[in-house]
């Protein structure tokens, strides 16, 4: 009996819990609860923000829910624009970053620290002389395609490696360029035949494996190199031009050539070209002191060839110029690019080092085989700490921020994501009686 009274207890108990949620009130069931978070995006020009509200709130794409850091941006509230005394930075070395250079420390589009730091003139007198500056103390920033490596034999004697923070700089390609007029634009030029023009093997734009390379007689532009012999041309000619300073537009030309074009002339400091030119075999060769001077060289000369670095073509007044396509790794021809020459880059990864710099002729489709990192060299014992911020705070800004303003309107590739932390993990190595400058307030 009492076990029957329990049961109809319990079932009278469920019918009541039932009849109780039927008769809710309408509303009464909980809904949803909304979220809001902010979402940010930092832009070259400006640090963005956006509410979302949802159930499940999320960042449209480019937005990041993590509010970045404005160190490098050139934005206000980048601490890089800040430092405690004004200081003017001596500055020389690479022709290669010369157009870089100059947009970076002259000028409206200029680093100054809200006119606290400036810049010495920049002679561009080529990487070597940036290595040697920096290391004898006459320079407060030296500038190499090169880093001071004593494996790759560019570090000065009685230097150090370790005493000195190599900051990646610039990223960009060198072409090799070519005057002959009208009519022979986009030559094809392989690796080997630039090594054997270069060692004195080829002599005449018509050599017969020049005019094959470029389709043959039965080609309008093989036809017409066959023809400057034929008619005995004076710009048959090849007139070759090379660095006679320390260089390292021409330590990338040696690594092309040695490791595309079996040269046999291994890279070492670019001395394979400086001084006399006496270690390739040409003989109708001339030296220019950077690439400006390689630039006007190929303009002036009827029957030159040269390399120069790419952002050298794009300045007005040296559009006579001619630019050869080479292959890359695959063998196919190319036309210089900034995204052939980016291509480059991504084919080396991001484990480029003082001691791992090279990106020449690299694997992969579309990779510019002439391509190159230039770098910063820097003391990492400072004295001043005004100098010392001025010095960092200034390449910390050109390596993040300004990569993105001048890099490409100058003819380079903006730095990779991964170069750009390298070059910070560089400057934080620069003290003063131990205090991190880059890292400072001010």
């Known amino acids: 009996m009492n076990k029957t009274l329990r049961s109809l207890a319990a079932a009278a108990l469920t019918v009541a819990g039932l009849l ?12 949803p609860k909304t979220r809001t978070i902010t979402c940010y995006e930092l832009t070259s020009t400006a640090l963005k923000s956006k509410k979302v509200k949802a159930v499940r709130p999320a960042c449209p794409k480019g937005f990041s829910i993590h509010k970045p850091s ?24 690479s022709s290669f970053d010369a157009p870089l250079v100059g947009a970076t420390t002259s000028g409206s589009t200029a680093y100054t620290a809200g006119g606290k730091v400036s810049f010495s003139a920049y002679p561009a007198a080529g990487s ?3 290595r040697s500056g920096i290391t004898s103390g006459s320079l407060s920033i030296g500038f190499s395609d090169v880093p001071m ?5 560019t570090l000065p004697t009685g230097a150090t490696e370790s005493s000195y923070a190599q900051v990646p700089y610039a990223l960009g390609g060198a072409v090799m360029g070519y ?4 009519g022979f ?20 734009w018509s050599d017969p494996t020049i005019v094959a390379t470029n389709g043959g007689t039965s080609t309008t532009v093989g036809k017409a190199l066959a023809n400057l012999g034929t008619n005995n041309e004076a710009r048959d000619t090849i007139k070759v031009l090379y660095r006679n300073a320390g260089s390292g537009t021409t330590e990338a030309f040696t690594y092309w050539l040695y490791q595309a074009g079996n040269s046999g002339h291994a890279p070492n400091g670019g001395s394979p070209m400086e001084g006399s030119g006496g270690a390739w075999g040409a003989t109708n060769i001339n030296g220019v002191a950077n690439n400006a001077g390689m630039a006007q060289g190929i303009v002036n000369t009827l029957g030159a060839i040269g390399y120069v670095e790419y952002s050298y073509v794009l300045i007005p007044g040296n559009d006579a110029i001619q630019v050869a396509q080479l292959q890359d790794k695959n063998g196919a021809w190319l036309e210089p690019s900034l995204t052939n020459i980016g291509n480059a880059a991504s084919a080396a990864g991001s484990s480029v080092t003082p ?3 090279a990106i020449t002729d690299e694997p992969g489709t579309n990779v510019w085989p002439f391509s190159t990192y230039s770098w910063a060299l820097v003391p990492k014992a400072q004295t001043s700490e005004a100098t010392c911020e001025g010095i960092t705070k200034y390449l910390d800004w050109e390596s993040h921020g300004a990569q993105k303003k001048d890099a490409a309107a100058e003819g380079y590739v903006p730095l990779p994501t991964a170069v750009q932390t390298y070059a910070r993990a560089q400057l934080q190595t620069i003290t003063v009686s131990g205090t991190v400058c880059v890292n400072q307030k001010s």
């Open 128 to 130: 070597g002389t940036g």
């Open 179 to 182: 005057n002959l007029g009208a």
């Open 70 to 93: 404005l160190m490098g941006s050139g934005l206000n509230g980048d601490t890089d624009l800040n430092v405690p005394g004004t200081v003017s930075l001596a500055i020389n070395g």
């Open 20 to 31: 109780a949620v039927v008769t809710l009130p309408a509303g009464a069931a909980s809904k």
């Open 149 to 153: 490596s004593a494996a790759a034999g």
């Open 355 to 357: 001691d791992n710099f």
């Open 185 to 204: 634009d986009n030559l094809k030029l392989t690796a080997t035949e630039v090594a054997a023009i270069y060692d004195g093997k080829i002599t005449q």
